[in-house]
C-alpha cells in the first residue's frame, strides 16, 4: 500500500545554515513525487516534482530534492535557508498505476528558521 | 490565469447544522480534489471529481459528500455537522487525464463548529 513518512515533524535550523527534510515513501509500482510548501492561513503551493529524468530535481526558492529509488526516498534540501522559508513542508507520492490523479501527503514537517 | 478560489474563506457553523463549501478550478482543468486539514489529522484526501463523476473517496462518513458541475466547479456539503469537522478544507485542481498529477491549492475554507 501507498504511504509516505517525513520522519521529522518539526525542523528548527538558524538563518543561512544548510536544511534537509526528510521523506521516505513505500509503494510497489514507479510513483511520482512532490514536495509542497504551505505559509501559514494558506493553501499548498507546488516546490518541486519528480516525475522522470534526472534524480535531482530543482525548485523554486532555492530548494531542491534528489529521488534515490533504492532507498525509496525523496528528501528536500536548501543549502542556505531564510527567515522567510519558515513554513509546513508536505512530501506527497502518487502511484503510476494508477489512472487517476490521486495524491497521498506526509504528515508534513515544520521548519522554523531562527534568526 | 486566476488561481484556485475558495469561498467562503471561514465559516462558523452549530453543531447539526450542515454547510457548502465552493471551489473554482483554474480554468482548463477538469479534475477538483478535496482534502480536509486538521492539527491531529494532517492532511486527508476527502474525494476527486472529474468531468463531473466522483473518482476516488477517502475515507470519511457518508455526511461528507461532494459534486462537480459541467463548468468544473465543486461544492462540498458536510450535514449534520459535528464538533470534529472543524478544519481546514482545501480544494486542489488539475489538468486531469491519466499523466497530471500536479495539484494547484486554493487557499482554503476555515471551518468552525460550536
Known amino acids: 500500500a501507498q504511504s509516505v513518512t517525513q520522519l521529522d515533524s518539526q525542523v528548527p535550523v538558524f538563518e543561512e545554515a544548510p536544511v534537509e527534510l526528510r521523506c521516505n515513501y513505500s509503494?510497489?509500482?514507479?510513483?511520482?513525487l512532490f514536495w509542497y510548501v504551505q505559509y501559514p492561513n494558506q493553501g499548498l503551493q507546488l516546490l518541486l516534482k519528480?516525475?522522470?529524468?534526472?534524480?535531482l530535481v530543482k525548485g523554486i526558492n532555492g530548494f531542491e530534492a534528489e529521488f534515490n529509488k533504492s532507498q525509496t526516498s525523496f528528501h528536500l534540501r536548501k543549502p542556505s535557508v531564510h527567515i522567510s522559508d519558515t513554513a509546513e513542508y508536505f512530501c506527497?507520492?502518487?502511484?503510476?498505476?494508477?489512472?487517476?490523479?490521486?495524491?497521498?501527503f506526509g504528515p508534513g514537517t515544520s521548519l522554523s528558521v531562527i534568526p | 490565469k486566476a488561481g484556485v478560489t475558495q469561498t467562503p474563506r471561514y465559516l462558523i457553523k452549530t453543531r447539526g447544522q450542515q454547510v457548502t463549501l465552493s471551489c473554482s478550478p483554474i480554468?482548463?482543468?477538469?479534475?477538483v480534489s478535496w482534502y480536509q486539514q486538521t492539527p491531529g489529522q494532517g492532511l486527508q484526501f476527502l474525494f476527486e471529481?472529474?468531468?463531473?463523476?466522483?473518482?476516488n473517496k477517502g475515507n470519511f462518513p457518508g455526511r461528507f459528500s461532494g459534486r462537480q458541475f459541467s463548468n468544473s466547479r465543486s461544492e462540498m456539503n458536510v450535514s449534520t455537522l459535528e464538533l470534529g469537522d472543524s478544519a481546514l478544507y482545501l480544494c486542489?485542481?488539475?489538468?486531469?487525464?491519466?499523466?497530471?498529477?500536479?495539484?494547484?491549492f486554493g487557499p482554503g475554507t476555515r471551518l468552525t463548529v460550536t
Open positions: 486542489a485542481s488539475s489538468p486531469g487525464g491519466q499523466s497530471s498529477y500536479e495539484q494547484y
Open positions: 471529481y472529474f468531468s463531473e463523476t466522483q473518482r
Open positions: 519528480y516525475l522522470s529524468g534526472s534524480t
Open positions: 506527497a507520492v502518487s502511484e503510476l498505476k494508477t489512472s487517476y490523479d490521486k495524491v497521498i
Open positions: 509503494s510497489s509500482v514507479s510513483v511520482y
Open positions: 480554468s482548463g482543468h477538469r479534475s
